[in-house]
């Protein structure tokens, strides 16, 4: 049993009317068209406010959904997995607590977002990289980093890059890390494991406590940046290219950032409108408009994008030694710089019509330059088109927000999948078939994490306004990851929408010990219920 009205009423009188919101403002703001039901929402302008709602929360067992941005799009976005939680918005929380610049830290609330961080640093003068992603500017980082969300600048791994962090447990009491308690502060700020056990890992991916500030590592920018684009004109380049992607990490990676590989289609939907024949059809792109469009924008089957850092003669040289291994599979290998993609640009512009004559018009430029600015470390909403680009319609001028109403439905399924040439064909098979089965294009991107590993992304995209599309996407969702499982390949994140898949797996240990830890910490299931079936 809840007393919902007494925690409200507790909750007004400590922050003030106006920074709670009814059912009807909260659904409209965080609920984005899955029909969950949201009790309230809350909106604390202070850090301390955030212990004295959880011990409301606890004394009238109301369940708490903490976000920090609440943009996790395609993956839920703002929902809790359950019905009846109290959504805990901690977007305005969005102080920069410090900046250690002689050991290149920040320590974050959890509403400080990409752009945030970006015009901190500039404005103090400091030469570091905001960890970016696809997400855009007006995303948080702890958010990201407590899903463990991954970039492509030199610290992909976001989570990896966390020093240390802060939480409130359910009960209201505060978790801080060992180190700082033993007067450590500011080299627990600068060294992730601490000493004893690691706690700090278990805010991740959980439901054990609102995280109420984070210490990130951030990469400084390097002298050179330098881009390199590899086309892979022909499916059965694929293998060779990994295989040639494998040894270059190993012996090339100190100096490379996350190289993703991006299929035909998903290279699509980067640099092609959707043709307006097979919007009005409705049925995906077949295999052979793909290729006329591809041929149409001078690109090729796959493209192995990435960058490298360091001193100038270092990058030039590890960008030579990479197009060279990349030689025999590819026809065509770019390298480019910020100042050659400004020269482009400039040249597309002054003659336009050469530039479309070689297929790189002003768009195309742009967009490189887009891209340059996420492998620097500086945010850039461009992939935010995506979720657009089968709507047939321009771009709303407030793009976040028109992500956040949830009018263009995407859900991502992002497995992890085995460095390995024949389990990465496999694996484009399988979601060849699962997706256009269901009446979706694959747009299929992998990201390397390490030389063992990457990770892969698959946004289904469809109108979020129909409940029937919606469906139609969590179809193709659970068998993209049944038919995953059952080859080995499983996700490393999983959205609201789709815990429902982790249930079941009662015999799991790990599942079962962290169950546990939760029974400890939370026997009344308050902070986050159900997420990641916990
Ligand atoms: C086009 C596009 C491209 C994208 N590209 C990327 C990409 O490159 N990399 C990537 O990782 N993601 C990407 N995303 C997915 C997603 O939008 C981002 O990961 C985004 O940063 C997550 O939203 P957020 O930062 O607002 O986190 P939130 O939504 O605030 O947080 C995510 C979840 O973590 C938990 N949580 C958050 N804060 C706290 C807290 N303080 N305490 C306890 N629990 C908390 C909550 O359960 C919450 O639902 C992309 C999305 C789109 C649409």
Partial sequence: ???????????????????????????????????????????????????RIVQIAARHRVPLYPISTGRNWGYGGANPPQDDCVVLDLSLLNRILAVDAELGTATLE???????????????????????????????????????????????????????????????????????????????????WGIGPYIDGLFSQSNFGVVTQMTIALAQRPPHVEAFYVFLDRPEQLAPA?????????????????????????????????????????????????????????????????????????????????????????????????????????????????????????????????????????????????PYWKSGTPLPEDLPGGLQSGERGLMWYAPLVPMVPDTVLAFEALVSRVCLQHGFEPLITLTSLSDRCFDSSVPLLFDGRSSSERERSRRCFDMLFDEGR?????????????????????????????????????PDNLISPGRYNL
Avoid at 14 to 28: M, N, R
Avoid at 379 to 384: C, E, K, N, R
């Fill in 1 to 51: 049993m809840t007393t919902l009205p007494s925690a409200l009423g507790e909750w007004r009188a400590l922050l003030g009317a106006e920074s709670v919101l009814t059912p009807d403002q909260a659904t409209a703001r965080y609920g984005s068209g899955q029909g969950r039901r949201i009790a309230a929402a809350l909106r604390p302008t202070q850090a301390p406010s955030v212990q």
């Fill in 110 to 192: 959890p509403g400080v977002t990409q752009g945030q961080l970006r015009a901190h640093l500039d404005r103090l003068g400091l030469p570091f990289m905001v960890p970016t992603t696809g997400a855009g500017a007006n995303v948080s980082l702890v958010g990201n980093a407590l899903e463990r969300g991954y970039g492509i600048t030199p610290h992909a791994d976001h989570f990896g890059a966390v020093m240390a962090l802060e939480a409130v447990l359910p009960d209201g009491s505060l978790y801080r890390p060992r180190l700082g308690a033993l007067g450590g502060e500011r080299v627990g700020h600068s060294y992730k």
């Fill in 242 to 386: 990994v295989h040639a992607l494998r040894g270059l990490l190993r012996t090339t990676g100190g100096v490379m950032g996350g190289v993703n590989i991006l299929n035909g289609y998903r290279l699509a939907s980067m640099a092609c409108p959707y043709p307006a024949a097979a919007l009005a059809r409705g049925t995906p792109l077949q295999a052979h408009e793909l290729a006329e469009l591809l041929q149409d924008h001078g690109l090729g089957a796959y493209l192995v994008v990435g960058s490298v850092y360091g001193e100038a003669p270092v990058a030039r040289a590890a960008v030579a030694t990479i197009l060279r291994a990349f030689a025999p599979c590819s026809g065509r290998r770019v390298r480019l710089t910020r100042g050659k993609a400004g020269l482009l640009q400039s040249l597309a512009a002054r003659f336009p019509g050469l530039a479309s004559r070689v297929g790189f018009g002003p768009d195309q430029a742009a967009r490189m330059l887009s891209a340059l600015n996420l492998m620097e470390g500086i945010p850039d909403d461009v992939a935010l088109r995506l």
């Fill in 486 to 522: 059952q080859r080995g390949i499983v996700p490393y994140r999983m959205g609201s929408q789709a815990f429902h898949k982790l249930a079941g797996q009662d015999d799991d240990p790990a599942l079962a010990l962290a169950r546990r830890v939760k029974q400890l910490l939370d």
